[in-house]
Nanobody, 116 residues
Framework: QVQLVESGGGLVQPGGSLRLSCTAS????????ITWYRQAPGMQRELVAS???????NYADSVKGRFSISRDNAENTVYLQMDSLKPEDTAVYSC??????????WGQGTQVTVSS
């Protein structure tokens, strides 16, 4: 049973923008912190941003001021707006539903490539 579905990845030039979406089942969306992670080839997975059920947000230092996370409660969807993209933002981006700091449910991931 698919619990989380990401979309919105693609190829973009440096300085461009993309918006990723993570749609969750209602039971996950209402009770879990939705967290975006990314993993580049040969690199460790890193937390990008998260948003709690009440709307509290957290960002990695590397994306502060460029990325924005938000949630649409009517659509059970979390958005990651990514602006001023850099080549080093290239990675597979995945969302998870987390509680107590541990991801319990994962999406399939979506590729983001920033290149000219």
């Amino acid at each position: 049973q698919v619990q989380l579905v990401e979309s919105g990845g693609g190829l973009v030039q440096p300085g461009g923008s993309l918006r990723l979406s993570c749609t969750a089942s209602r039971s996950i969306f209402s009770r879990y912190t939705i967290t975006w992670y990314r993993q580049a080839p040969g690199m460790q997975r890193e937390l990008v941003a998260s948003i709690g059920p009440g709307g509290s947000t957290n960002y990695a230092d590397s994306v502060k001021g460029r990325f924005s996370i938000s949630r649409d409660n009517a659509e059970n969807t979390v958005y990651l707006q990514m602006d001023s993209l850099k080549p080093e933002d290239t990675a597979v981006y995945s969302c998870c539903g987390a509680r107590f700091g541990r991801c319990e449910y994962w999406g399939q991931g979506t590729q983001v490539t920033v290149s000219s």
